[in-house]
T-cell receptor, first 114, second 111 residues
Framework: EAQVTQNPRYLITVTGKKLTVTCSQNMNHEYMSWYRQDPGLGLRQIYYSMNVEVTDKGDVPEGYKVSRKEKRNFPLILESPSPNQTSLYFC?????????????FGAGSRLTVL | DAKTTQPTSMDCAEGRAANLPCNHSTISGNEYVYWYRQIHSQGPQYIIHGLKNNETNEMASLIITEDRKSSTLILPHATLRDTAVYYCIVRPHTGRRALTFGSGTRLQVQP
């Protein structure tokens, strides 16, 4: 089944403890992206990647890092998480970063930073 | 990228058509209109997209005005399972652009 898989789905951690949220897609998509969703603010883009080794900042990149060493994987790294990064995170991918393609989203990862 | 404006919320009776409007008055010629929906806190789900012509698929119809400044998503026979937040976004054909979803329209289908 074509899908975007995120792990973990739920995580409670403490301030300053580095964590990584993994994202993997099995559709050979070039474009991958991370979003966070907070109440009343919709989906905001954190980082995106147009292909291997090509990443760029979205609207809210502060406090996050990403890497794209392989086409299928796009992990989101929180080097020193803070409570304001408590949020629902979504990874998404599409065949090509263009207008005529469709984003496929993962099921989401709910992160709580205490 | 062009901004979109949607009503915050709408109600619709079950079995009736749900018409969700979206204003994108600053859309440029190479930008597509996309609709997604999010049921509760699940990952957003693609519904339909279009450039100039009206489009229809098994889920919905998309009506784009001739000047492309607005569009309407039509769910022809809304069911309770269509209760969700619906996002209208515009996406450039090429280029390195961040993609913003906005707050969307919360559609409540009433029994």
């Amino acid at each position: 089944e074509a899908q975007v898989t995120q792990n973990p789905r739920y995580l409670i951690t403490v301030t300053g403890k580095k964590l990584t949220v993994t994202c993997s897609q099995n559709m050979n998509h070039e474009y991958m992206s991370w979003y966070r969703q907070d109440p009343g603010l919709g989906l905001r883009q954190i980082y995106y990647s147009m292909n291997v080794e090509v990443t760029d900042k979205g609207d809210v990149p502060e406090g996050y890092k990403v890497s794209r060493k392989e086409k299928r994987n796009f992990p989101l790294i929180l080097e020193s998480p803070s409570p304001n990064q408590t949020s629902l995170y979504f990874c998404a991918s599409s065949l090509w970063e263009s207008g005529a393609n469709v984003l496929t989203f993962g099921a989401g990862s709910r992160l709580t930073v205490l | 990228d062009a901004k979109t404006t949607q009503p915050t919320s709408m109600d619709c009776a079950e079995g009736r058509a749900a018409n969700l409007p979206c204003n994108h008055s600053t859309i440029s010629g190479n930008e597509y209109v996309y609709w997604y929906r999010q049921i509760h806190s699940q990952g957003p789900q693609y519904i339909i997209h279009g450039l100039k012509n009206n489009e229809t698929n098994e889920m919905a119809s998309l009506i784009i005005t001739e000047d492309r400044k607005s569009s309407t998503l039509i769910l022809p026979h809304a069911t309770l399972r269509d209760t969700a937040v619906y996002y209208c976004i515009v996406r450039p054909h090429t280029g390195r652009r961040a993609l913003t979803f906005g707050s969307g329209t919360r559609l409540q289908v009433q029994p």
